[in-house]
């Protein structure tokens, strides 16, 4: 089956700085990559996702990149903010958001 | 749109107790997922529905972990005897199913506590 595997598993920024969280998978038949963001106690909350069939998307201050010759496939987040400090997850999926299997997630805080 | 509906959020059990835990889908939704997360790690699936099908139920611990969703809609997951290693956050979630814009929503989870 498939496997993700996500680093690091602590970021810490200054407010302002860019983030960057990288994952990999197993299944070179996944084509459905989304990221969920989660807070303390609260529940897991989609931020982005994309599709094999494009290399990037951008909303707003977050970015999403996928190379699927490396399958690899990578979060960014600019200007960070403290109200993005939380656990981010990745996710790969074959077909649809049907199978998803999760990294083991990223603790980002943000200093202020 | 409301979003998926767990309840109850928080449960405390002794061990070798029954609980269940109750979970309604975004309206519309087809397709329902329970899953388990242990402090710090990611969700892990224990079982989808697509309707009142259970068509993925192959990491569901099938000796104490029952569900059903016998109408296609709503979804109880039930553990019967609960053991202490039980204790995690059981997250529902939901998604519709439409080829290329299919997304899971999640529900808000039950911490489970077993003494």
């Known amino acids: 089956g498939e496997n993700v595997e996500q680093h690091p598993s602590t970021l810490s920024v200054q407010e302002g700085d860019s983030a960057v969280i990288k994952c990999t998978y197993s299944d070179s038949a996944s084509n459905y990559f989304p990221w969920y963001k989660q807070e303390l106690g609260k529940r897991p909350q989609l931020i982005i996702d994309?599709?094999?069939?494009?290399g990037e998307k951008k909303d707003q201050r977050i970015a999403v990149t996928l190379n699927k010759t490396a399958k690899h496939f990578s979060l960014h987040i600019t200007e960070t903010q403290p109200e993005d400090s939380a656990v981010y997850f990745c996710?790969?999926?074959?077909?649809?958001?049907?199978?998803?299997?999760f990294g083991s997630g990223t603790q980002l805080t943000v200093l202020p | 749109e409301a979003g998926v509906v767990q309840s109850p959020r928080y449960k405390i059990i002794e061990k070798k107790q029954p609980v269940a835990f109750w979970c309604n889908p975004i309206s519309g939704h087809n397709t329902l997922y329970w899953y388990l997360q242990n402090l710090g790690q990611g969700p892990e699936l224990l079982i989808r529905?697509?309707?009142?099908?259970?068509?993925?139920d192959s990491q569901l611990p099938k000796d104490r972990f029952s569900a059903e969703r016998l109408k296609g809609v709503d979804s109880t997951l039930k553990i019967q005897p609960a053991e202490l290693g039980d204790s995690a956050v059981y997250l529902c979630?939901?998604?519709?199913?439409?080829?290329?814009?299919?997304?899971?929503?999640f529900g808000p989870g039950t911490r489970l506590t077993v003494l």
């Open positions: 994309i599709r094999s069939n494009v």
């Open positions: 996710a790969a999926s074959v077909g649809s958001a049907r199978q998803l299997t």
């Open positions: 979630a939901s998604s519709s199913g439409l080829a290329d814009r299919d997304t899971q929503y």
């Open positions: 529905y697509e309707n009142e099908e259970a068509v993925d």
